[in-house]
């Protein structure tokens, strides 16, 4: 029997003949071998054995080993003899190991500021594909609001017209007349390119605005104070701060700024509820400027139920009275129905 036969790639003596002729079969056909995939039979020739290997993975070709002492080295001996026979296959897959595997390029380390100087330029020049009009958008309200956008407070309506879709965006957080106004964008081919380009424009039309501008880089709580101001219900102490020739005072408390609409109760129903706020609907529709904010809810705190302990929930049917302030519609003295 031969023993340490050279192979392109390594030498492969009959020790490790059985374990490499399974490596290499598995390399080969990329998957893992079982027992039906190399068979060997083993026959006896008075004190010697010689054995046949049958590779049912490569088309079940057959390899005999030499005469040896025992089973054990007559298997050894067929499956090197099958590996001298796929010497070039082997020397092939041993080449194609060698290459890395990873070619792409290595990219170098950044330092943390290097890596936040990347992101700023990145989002100025709009490289970032998560940041799009409708975000920068909403970015931009909150920095003029001076708090987080409540649900609804960004409202986009987007209509199937001639050539695809056109969308218009009404932004209800922004102050004065600019929360009346409503924005279109251009036709597009699908909602979500219509919703951006409406969000586009009402981005552009805001920052081009020297007071609006001005008032999203203000820091929050800038040209605050405290004094007194007269209102429809007497006077009171609060904080003031003006825009543009607008002046608003900040609430104290829950019925800061409201002023009651109708003199009747109204019944609806309790849409959503948070613990210590939620959202109602009326049963009847609402005639107020303000009625469609917010998709038509009307913001209930858990102050305004009425007696001590009540508890609502969504679904609940409920009777209230309706005011407005400067947010919008609201349920005061709340009951269930």
Same mark, same amino acid.
């Given at each position: 029997?031969?023993?340490?036969? *050279? ?24 998957? &893992? ?36 002492? /025992? ?5 050894? #001996?067929?499956?090197?003899? !099958?590996? @001298?026979?796929?010497? #070039? ?8 190991? +060698?290459? *890395?595997?990873? =070619? ?7 330092? *943390? ?19 799009? &009009? ?12 001076? =708090? ?48 951006? /380009? ?17 008032? !999203?880089? =203000?820091?929050?709580?800038?040209? =605050? ?25 900040? /609430?104290?408390?829950?019925? +800061? ?22 959202? @109602? ?34 679904? /609940? ?8 302030? &400067? !947010? ?10």
């Amino acid at each position: 029997m031969e023993l340490g036969v *050279p192979l392109p790639g390594g030498s492969l003596a009959p020790a490790d003949a059985k374990t490499d002729l399974n490596q290499f079969c598995q390399r080969y056909c990329k998957r &893992p071998v079982t027992k039906q995939d190399i068979v060997y039979v083993v026959n006896r020739f008075g004190p010697q054995y010689q054995s046949i290997v049958k590779l049912n993975c490569f088309s079940g070709q057959e390899y005999a080993g030499h005469l040896s002492i /025992s089973a054990k080295e007559a298997e050894k #001996s067929a499956a090197h003899q !099958a590996l @001298l026979a796929y010497a #070039s296959t082997i020397e092939a897959l041993a080449e194609k190991g +060698d290459q *890395p595997k990873n =070619r792409r390029k290595i990219q170098q380390q950044l330092t *943390p500021q290097q890596l936040a100087e990347k992101k700023a330029k990145q989002a100025e020049e709009g490289e970032n594909p998560a940041i799009t &009009p409708k975000t920068k958008l909403n970015s931009l309200c909150m920095k003029i609001a001076k =708090r987080y956008l409540q649900k609804g407070e960004t409202v986009y309506t987007c209509h199937k017209v001639a050539g695809g879709y056109q969308a218009t965006v009404k932004l209800v957080a922004l102050p004065g007349d600019w929360a009346g106004r409503c924005w279109a964008g251009e036709v597009c081919s699908t909602k979500q390119k219509a919703e951006q /380009s409406a969000a586009g424009i009402a981005l552009e039309q805001i920052l081009a605005d020297p007071e609006l501008s001005a008032e !999203a880089e =203000r820091p929050k709580g800038k040209g =605050r104070g405290k004094g007194k101001g007269k209102g429809e219900k007497g006077e009171g102490k609060g904080d003031y701060w003006s825009y543009g020739g607008w002046v608003w005072q900040a /609430s104290a408390g829950p019925d +800061d700024g409201r002023q009651r609409v109708g003199e009747g109760m109204l019944t609806g129903e309790i849409l959503e509820w948070k613990e210590t706020y939620g959202w @109602l609907k009326a049963d009847t529709e609402i005639d107020h400027p303000a009625a469609g904010f917010r998709e038509g809810k009307i913001y209930v705190n858990k102050k305004d139920l009425g007696g001590e302990g009540a508890e609502v929930a969504a679904g /609940s049917k409920v009777k209230f009275f309706l005011y407005e302030d &400067p !947010a919008g519609l609201g349920a005061e003295e709340v009951v269930a129905a």
